[in-house]
Structure formats: C-alpha cells, structure tokens
C-alpha cells in the first residue's frame, strides 16, 4: 500500500470526492468575486390593523385571521402589475429627465435599437399613464413600444420583482419594502417610490368603489323615503274617511281599561286560590284535634282510672302475701301502673288543646268571609270585561283594515331607516379612506454594498458538492452488479481472494520487461506486485500440482497461468505447464507455435501425436503396405516414446509446457487407458510445480474430472463481470471438494477500483 502511496496511485473515487468540491468552490468563489455589486435599501409602512390609533366606523375587534388577510392582500397589492407599472414610470420619467440616469437603453433586453426621439416622446405618455393609473395594453402598437422601453431599461414588472421583497416585519403593524441594484439612489428610489405609488392607488381605488356604493345607497335611500311617504299617506287618508281615528282614541281607552280588569282580575284570582288553600288548611287542623280530643275524654279516662286501682290493689296483695317470692310480678305490675299515671297526665294536656281548637275555628269563620268577598270582587270584574269587549268588537272590521295600513307603513320606515344606516356608514368611511395606512421610514440609499456571506455560501457549495459526489460513487457502487475489486468477489463467493490482476492496456508488451522494468509504468508496476503475491501464496500452499480453472469463459486463465509459471522462473523454479483444456488450446498455440522442420509431440487420444502425421503411430512401409502385426505396432510406439518426449521447452527459462492438439474429447476420454495420475507423481518428481488449466466448469465437466489429478484448485474470475446464478452452482461445488480448494484470483482489475 505504501508502495503505491510513493508511487502516486490514488482511487478514482477520492479524486472525484476531493477535485469536485475544490472546481465547485472555486468556481462560486470567481462568481461571487466577479459579480455586480448590489446595494439595498429600505422602506416601511404602517398599516394601522394591529393599533388602535386609526379612525373606525365599528367597535368589533379584528380577528387574527382578518388581520393576516388584510397584510396578504395589501403585500399582494403592491406587488402587482398596476403598482409596479406605476413605478416603472416613475423611474423611467427620471431616466428621461434626469442628466445622470440610473440606466441606459440596452438593445439586447429591449429586442432592438431604438431612435432616440421615440424614446423621448414616450415621456409624455409615460405621464399620462401615471396621472391616471392605466397599464400598458400589448395589443396596443403604441404600448409595446412603451414596453419595448421600459424592459431595456430593465424597468420592466418581471425584473423589478425579481430584487423586490415585500414582506410583513415579524407580527408587527409594519411591512418592509426592500430592493437591490447596481445604484444606491437607484434601490432608494425604487422603494419609495413603490410605498407611495401604493398609497395613491389604494385611495383612488377606495374612493371609486366608495363614490359608487354612495351613489348606489343614496338613491336606495330616497326611493325608500318615497315609498314611506306613499303609504304614510294613504293610511291618513283612510282613517279619515272612515272616521277611524275617534274610534281609535276610544279604543284604545277601551283597551287601556281591559288590561287593566285583566290584571285585577289576575291579583283576585290569585288571593281567591290562596284563601281557599288556607282554609282548607285549618278545616283539617281543627278535625284532627277534635278526634284527638274526644277520644281521650269519652274512651279512656274511665278505663285508665279503673286500670291504676286495680293496679294498686293486685300489688298490695302481693305485698301481703309474700313480697320477696312476687318480686318480679310486682316489678311489672309497677310498670304498668306507672305507663296509665303517664296517660292520666295526658288528659291534663287536653285543656291546652281546647283552646286552640277555639282560635283556629275563629280563623276559619274570617277566612270563610274573605273568600266570599272576593268571589263578588271577581263577579264584578268578568261583568266589566264582558261589557267593554262587547263594545270593541264592533269596531273590529274597520280596525283591521287600519292595521293592514300600519303594518305596511312599519314595514316602509324600518326599510327607509336601513337604507339610510347604510349610508350613513359608506359616507363615514369614505371620509376615513386610506387614512391607516402611510409611509413611517423612507428609503435612504445605501453607501456601501451588500455582504454578501461568502464564506457561508463556499461552505455550503463545498459540502453540498461532496455529499452529491460521495452519494452519486455510493449509488454507482450500488448499482454496478460487476465484482471490480476482491473485496466484493469475497462477499459474493464466500470464498478467501487469493490476489488480484490487474489489467493491462498495452498489447505490445513482453513478460520480462513487466517484471525488469523500472520506469513510472502503473500497470506494469502493478502487475508485477500482484504476480509476486499470488507466487507467494502458490509457494505457501501445500502441493505443487494445481489446476487453474473458472466458471465463466474468457476469464484469462491461460495469461495467468503463463504470468505465473514466469514469476515462478525468477525464483530458479522449474515449472511444467500441462494444457489440459482441450476444448480451448490456448497455452499450446501460445507457447507452442507451429513452426516448420519441428516435431511437437502433443496430448491426444494415445497421449501423443506428432504434427506431421494424421494417424496415432501408425507408419507405412516403404512399398505402402501397412504392417499387420499388432505387436509389432506396440513396440515401435515404445521405442517411439524412448526417442521422443512429449514435454516441450518454451521460450522462457525453466517454464515447460505438454500441449494438445485441440478437440471435443473430455479429459477423461483422451486419458482412458493410461495412467495420468502416475504420469503425473513422476513429474512431479522432476518439476517444482506442475500448473493445468482446466475448462470453464459452467459450460464443461472437464475441470471436475481434473480435479482428482490437482493437489489444489484456484479459480479464476473476471472483474468485469458479475455472479451468476451458473456461478453460484459452480461454486457450490467447488466448496465440496474436500479441502483442495485454495481460494480465488479476480482478474482484469482496473487501477481505478484499486483502494489502497
């Protein structure tokens, strides 16, 4: 890693996370440096709807809601066109005039060049339109020259409200109005210019609207007085022809003394009822105190006295007799007689209750005659009642038809008086119109310009810039199925990464440069620190036969397998390359070249096969005849093998390779009959390390009938591809193979997706 740190590799991606916000910031950093200068200034009007200092026509306090739709639709008002259009004038009308305008004509925003003399012309027009608040009509020639004008001096509603802020301060009675320009006094007029145009729109607006409800309410009003007169009138004139308004006076007498008998008549009632309960009241107090005491002087005053010498008697003979053996029935005897002295004493009692016997029944003599007075008090009052509403009805026809007449006159006046409410209260508020809301701060301009937080704003670009940079990597990552680095080929596969190669661009290059050259070339420096780990690896393994394979096709396995048996080499170690993927011979056409006058002895069906000949080590005689004896044909195929071997020396030094012709035959297949694994351990003898390379085990089964020849298994994955769900059976099986597998090497690794 340190390696790489000196030598000025870096990952992609933290050069994007660090040269993206740097070009970001120092891009905003030019802007903000270079940009126009901006000055603002600031106006504030009152409105008077949170105080109490302005004039009101009710006492009803504002709502909070009615107080915030009053600062919207005001905030809405003056940023409008009729309001802005007004301002536009002002400030070209001080353009034109003035000897140091603000601004100047500019072509490009005005959509072409105008003559001077129909700039100053517009100026009358300029002014009649702000004398009498009218708007640029588009559909007018005339006015889209004006427009024209107003929009290249950049006067215009869309770039007036782009630096205009209008807003209510906090929740106070006050509105702010701000603007920035390129001009102090420019932004200061603009302002002011805005709060007073406002004011004077939104009074000559009321003034209208208020004129033509006056208008409205005072003819409602004098058509109302007329219909008042009307029937006023005619309700005169019918109580004077039928003699209506004697018989009204008298009437009215009459119905003075109605309700009054009716009240008498109510109060007589009422004391007749009250009489009549206290009556009966006394009627049942005198009854029970009369049963009470009859009952006690008739029944029981001789009983209880023949009771108590009774009494008497039986204790004295008990006495007598035997006073200690009768003491319990003298006891209760005792008791008794002193219960009848008690009842003797009750009979005392009765005296009192005789003389109020006396004066309740005199109580009820008194009531019993004021309930006869007033039931002729009562008789009296129904025979007046009767008498004067017999009088009235008489006159009942002639008073309905008068009281049609009142009613309908009622009706008039209280619509009359209405109408008349109304406008009085109109006329109140216009005299009020616009009085609440004024100017309190004019707009002063602004000697120095506008801090702008740059500060701020770069380290907000700068973080802002990172974070986009950091999630666009992450979604990259995210999104991209392929493997690209070992670390995500170990979480994919489950399986140790053994190393990564990476990639190399250059096709023109030699395998001994790769590992002697000493310049500043990445890759070459690279790869050759990858190879050199992946040699270590291979020489802490325990075996020197291994099978490099994959499961995919086009994986690299035969440039891997050759940069390895190198890398080997420069150790002094002698390597054998078996080309045992006979579906793709790919070693042998590249170690091997067909070259003439040569005798390659490569792998086939009888283990060897010479170029030349199409037929296994079977010659013709001289005359072309065949030979026939088999046995004959056997020995010359050994004398053949002592003379010729099928290991073949390569252009590298200790690197030799056993090639194959090539074909659809298995392993298993072009193996039968011999003994591979033999041939095999007796190489083994001779070589360090024997490296085969077997087919891709998702589309063939040679690699797993090879298995059983290799003491470790390696396979191979391309980093530009992703797992499939082929892979995944491949794997599966690879994990079952009892400890000989060794674990992966991802190949094809761009520097890019290198992290060191």
Known sequence: MALFARSGIFSIKWVLLIC??????????????????????????????????????????????????????????????P???????????????????????????????????EIVKSKAVFKEKLEKFKTLNLFDPNDQLLYRIIKGYGYDHDNLAKTLSIHRLAASDFINVEFLSEE?????????????????????QKTERSSESLEFLENLVNEKKKVLDDKTQALNDYKVN??????????????????????????????????????????????????????????????????????????????????????????????????????????????????ELK???????????????????????ELSLRRLRSEVSSNSTRQLNTS???????????????????????????????????????????????????????????????????????LVNIIDPNIRVGTRLEKATGLKNLGSVNILK??????????????????YEVFSHFLRKLRYEVQSAEGRVFLITSTQTKAGKTFLIISLAYALSLVSKKVLIIDTNFRHNSLTKALLPRGRGENKKLLRKALLFEEEEDELLVEESKDGRAMQDED???????????????????????????????????????????????????????????????PALNDYSDSKELIDFADKVIPVFRADTAISNMDKESLKYLRSINGRLMGTVLNYVRLKNLSY
């Open 20 to 81: 993206i916000p740097l070009l970001s910031v120092g891009a905003a950093y030019y802007l903000i440096t270079t940009g126009d200068k901006q000055f603002r200034s600031t106006a504030q009007l009152a409105t008077g709807f949170t105080t109490d200092d302005a004039v009101k026509l009710s006492e009803s306090p504002s709502t909070p809601f009615d107080v915030n739709t009053n600062f919207n639709n005001i905030i809405e008002s003056m940023g409008s066109v």
């Open 506 to 523: 250059s096709k023109d290059f030699n395998m001994r440069e790769i590992f002697s050259d000493r310049t500043a070339n990445r890759e």
């Open 359 to 381: 004066g309740l029944e005199k109580q009820r003599d008194d009531l019993k005659l004021k309930v006869e007075i007033t039931q002729s008090d009562l008789s009296n009052i």
């Open 404 to 474: 049609d007449y009142e009613r309908e006159v009622e009706l008039a006046s209280t619509e009359y008086i209405n109408a008349q409410d109304k406008f009085n209260a109109a006329k109140n508020k216009s005299m009020v119109i616009g009085s609440s809301i004024r100017q309190v701060l004019e707009g002063q301009p602004s000697y120095s310009p506008e801090q702008n937080d740059n500060v701020m704003w770069l380290g907000i670009i700068g973080v802002g810039s990172f974070v986009l940079t950091a999630i666009g990597i992450f």
């Open 632 to 694: 004959d044909a056997v020995a010359r195929m050994q004398k053949a093998r002592t003379k010729a071997s099928i290991i073949n020396k390569t252009r590298f030094v200790n690197v030799d390779i056993i090639g194959n012709v090539g074909g659809r035959d298995s392993p298993s297949e072009i193996m039968a009959g011999r003994d591979f694994k033999e041939m095999i351990s007796s190489l083994s003898q001779q070589f360090d390390y024997i490296l085969m390379e077997g």
């Open 242 to 355: 039928s003699g209506a308004i004697t018989q009204d006076v008298e009437n009215k007498s009459k119905y003075a003394l109605i309700t009054d008998y009716e009240l008498k008549r109510e109060r007589q009632t009422s004391e007749l009822n009250s009489q009549k309960l206290s009556l009966n009241s006394i009627d049942k107090t005198i009854e029970t105190k009369k049963a009470s005491l009859g009952r006690l002087n008739q029944d029981e005053i001789q009983v209880v006295n023949a009771r108590i010498v009774e009494l008497k008697r039986q204790i004295n003979d008990l006495q007598n007799a035997d006073a200690e053996g009768n003491r319990q029935r003298i006891s209760r005897l005792r008791e008794d007689l002193q219960m009848e002295n008690s009842r003797v004493e009750e009979v005392a009692k009765n005296k009192q209750t005789a003389e």
């Open 184 to 204: 102090p006094f420019l932004s200061a007029m603009t302002v002011n210019a805005v709060c007073q145009e406002f004011i004077r729109y939104n009074k000559t």
């Open 83 to 117: 309001v802005l259009s007004l301002v536009s004038y002002r400030l070209m009308l001080h353009d034109l005039e003035a000897d140091k305008p603000f601004r100047e004509y500019d072509p490009i925003k005005g959509e072409g060049s105008l003559e001077t003399e």
